[in-house]
């Protein structure tokens, strides 16, 4: 029995938790594969390698958050694919002079639940419908649909922006306006390749370089108590 307990105490600690969002198209999957047994088993078997990916796709690990003040981690898995001064969408409401960006990219085998990369209150959220260009791209931070939030932080409001990409077709938010939120909680969720820009406060230093792997909820990209030594980058 102790045996037993061991391997199903394992078991769990391998497994990683599916987020609710994903039940019912890992269930279509499922039943599509079914039938594709059925109709020829070849076909069943690219079915169930494609149930896999949709499980996979939906995980939702536990993360380690550093909570001390100032701190602004990633709210999105993927690759820092632009680190730079840019304008913020005119929805947030955050100004029209540039402030430093720092842009995640996440492909189809990353982790798509996001995070809030800092605490505070949310002062606003803004949907704005739009195109599904490449996330990859510079453009797609200002063509493609999109859902904003502001975090009014302690060291001034920050705006993280959920964008769709070029098979995602839905970004789900589950946060509200006025809704108080700690850094690494649960926010938001995008289906199927995306991208998050994080608008920092002017002045900050981005802490991360473009190719850089960041981890939503745990990868710190600025700190804001402090004014840091910009960092520099190699690729190797």
Known sequence: MALLDDVVASAKKVMVPIHREGRPFIAAFAIVTFILFLIWQPLGWIGLGLTIWCALFFRDPDRVTPVRAGLVVSGADGVVCDVRAAVPPPELGLGFEPLPRVAVFM????????????????????????????????????????????????????????????????????????????????????????????YLPVGAQPLVGVGQRTTAGETVIADLSAAPDARTFRAG
């Open 107 to 198: 492909n189809v085998f990353d982790v798509h639940v996001n995070r809030a990369p800092v605490p505070g209150r949310i002062r606003k959220i803004a949907y704005t419908p739009g195109k599904f260009l490449n996330a990859d791209l510079d453009k797609a931070s200002e063509d493609n649909e999109r859902n904003g939030l502001v975090i009014e932080s302690q060291h001034g409001p920050v705006g993280v922006v959920q964008i769709a990409g070029l098979v995602a077709r839905r970004i789900v938010c589950f946060a509200r306006e006025q809704d108080a939120i700690v850094t690494g909680q649960r926010f938001g969720l995008i289906r199927f390749g995306s991208r998050v820009d994080h």
